[in-house]
């Protein structure tokens, strides 16, 4: 009986900054409420939703959602393993090049969104400086002006920024594997790419699948990257369902329907944390 | 080095067409005519709204009940809006909120762009070797400028209203108001201010301050920020060209009015 006292704060804290607001979001997101028009608040019931599956818009934003994040957990991944294989050599300098890697990781979202929105302005960007200097452009391109390099521009940067927790916990991961292993296997005559497929792999399992997981709900909920970049634009090429609810509820003040998107998201990504906790699960017995 | 005087002209551009034909000429060689404005973001319709006024038309009906933007005045002004675009500006403009403009101007990127009372301070600090000056919206079928009106709000519910009335009086007394619109560069709410010398000698707020006179601001309602979105995602689709300036703001039209209960 004492114990419940012992976890009274936490769930205290718990209740107040998770249970209330989830709570009053799904009530919010029956109700017309626009902020400025108080005058014609009144309980909707599923007529939010009714809009949202109605006009379909809702589809497109998903589907851009779900590309930005794969693309960018992908690119996540792989170049974490790339980047924690290279830094699991002890090479001299690898501490050095070990600090190097995390500043993306250091700096503040938002300040790295618009370093990289400066960067890549078709103005005043250093991005095309180089490259009409080297001779590779002629003229400047602005990179988030049209709908398909603004997307990929805003996932190569949320990979970039992304990037160095996936290394450090892929190098993480790497020390647990024994070194004997390898010393094994190259006695059996293993070269590099089988003791990769058949060691490194296998034994990272866990570890790729958990991250992989975790990184796309984390993705699937970006913000800073993609509002400070774009906003959402070109005409909507990167409005995720995050900034598509933040616009709605910010810029509208619409906080009923906004709400209702919420809850819409809500169920999308229950699925993705589902399957996690059933991975984990299963992970479990390894 | 005088832009205008370079591409052979003596005075501001006067009309749609003037201005239009000065801001090409400005574009060549890495500069461009016309710092526009873009982005699916309230400050796009900040940047069209005095052309789709200047044409004589309007953001909504005069008792606020129906969207009258897609009206021909409006789609024309789109369509100039669109060929500034296309001819005169940057393509990156359509990532580009008022703040870049601004910096494309005082970098010297682009010739002309659209500024307030507020914006002689940047020169000043950013530029001070620029030669400038400011002239008026060119005119199409009326003399226009952009008024926007800010609001200080007090809640129907407040518990405090008193208290809150008290400040909005104290901020916004004769002595507050000047401080607050030198402080900010801007015109002062109260007109017994409007006669402050310092106001007055200064060239440029004095322009301002005349061209006030034809300013015209947004209609205050409650569904506001949402057909200012509205309005502002329809530009963009017209300036990146996945619509016709008809159809963006033909769809936008239908969306306000579904808003305002048509």
């Not at chain 1, 992908?74 to 050599?89: E, P, R, S, T, V």
């Not at chain 1, 080297?134 to 990929?152: D, H, K, Q, Y």
Request: charged share 15%.
């Amino acid at each position: 009986m004492t114990g419940v006292f012992f976890i009274l704060p936490a769930l205290l804290v718990l209740f107040i900054v998770v249970f209330y607001p989830l709570a009053w979001t799904f009530w919010l997101s029956l109700q017309q409420k626009i902020l400025i028009a108080p005058h014609r608040d009144q309980f909707l019931g599923l007529g939010h939703f009714q809009t949202i599956f109605s006009s379909g818009e809702i589809w497109d934003f998903l589907v851009i959602t779900l590309i930005f994040t794969i693309s960018s957990v992908l690119l996540k991944i792989i170049f974490g393993m790339i980047g924690a294989l290279l830094l699991h050599q002890s090479y001299p300098g690898t501490k050095v090049y070990w600090s190097l890697f995390t500043i993306p990781w250091l700096i503040p979202s938002v300040v790295a969104a618009l370093i990289w929105r400066w960067m890549l302005h078709e103005q005043f960007g250093i991005v095309n400086q180089v490259l009409i200097s080297v001779g590779v452009l002629e003229t400047p391109i602005p990179w988030l002006s049209r709908e398909l390099l603004a997307l990929v521009a805003v996932i190569l940067v949320d990979a970039w920024v992304g990037l160095p927790f996936m290394i450090i916990v892929c190098l993480a991961g790497l020390k647990t594997i024994p070194e004997q292993w390898y010393e094994a296997s190259r006695v059996d005559g293993a070269n590099a790419f089988q003791q990769f497929v058949y060691i490194t792999l296998p034994g990272m399992k866990a570890i790729l699948l958990v991250m992989g997981t975790l990184s796309f709900i984390g993705t699937f909920n970006s913000f800073n990257i993609i509002y400070t970049m774009t906003g959402g634009g070109p005409v909507n090429a990167t409005n995720t369902l995050v900034i598509h609810i933040y616009r709605t509820a910010f810029t509208e003040y619409n906080f009923g329907m906004a709400s209702a998107l919420a809850v819409v998201t809500f169920i999308f990504i229950s699925f993705f944390v589902l399957y996690y906790r059933r991975l984990l699960d299963k992970e479990g017995e390894f | 080095m005088d832009w205008l005087e370079e591409a052979g002209y003596s005075a501001p551009p006067a009309t749609w067409d003037e201005f239009l034909a000065i801001a090409k000429s400005f574009t060549k060689d890495g500069t461009y005519g016309f710092g526009l404005v873009g982005d699916n973001s309230m400050e796009t319709t900040l940047f069209w709204a005095p052309f789709l006024w200047g044409n004589g038309g309007d953001f909504l009906t005069e008792d606020m009940s129906e969207a009258i933007f897609n009206s021909s005045e409006g789609v024309e002004a789109l369509e100039f809006y669109v060929q500034l675009y296309r001819e005169a500006s940057p393509e990156g403009s359509v990532n580009n909120k008022r703040g870049d403009s601004q910096n494309l101007f005082l970098s010297g990127s682009v010739g002309m762009t659209t500024v307030g009372p507020w914006f002689p301070k940047f020169i000043e600090n950013d530029a001070p070797d620029m030669d400038y000056a400011i002239a008026p919206y060119p005119v199409k079928e009326r003399p226009i400028s952009l008024g926007t009106a800010d609001h200080i709000v007090m809640f129907n519910s407040s518990e405090h209203k008193e208290e809150a009335w008290t400040f909005m009086e104290y901020f916004t007394n004769e002595e507050n108001d000047l401080k607050w619109a030198k402080y900010q560069g801007f015109i002062p709410y109260r007109q017994a201010n409007l006669t402050d010398s310092e106001i007055i000698n200064n060239e440029d707020m004095a322009f301002f301050l005349n061209v006030a006179e034809d300013a015209v601001s947004y209609p205050t309602l409650p569904e506001w920020p949402q057909i200012d979105q509205a309005v502002a995602d329809a530009i963009q689709q017209a300036l990146i060209g996945v619509k016709t300036p008809e159809e963006a703001l033909n769809e936008a039209a239908e969306k306000v009015n579904q808003l305002l209960g048509n």
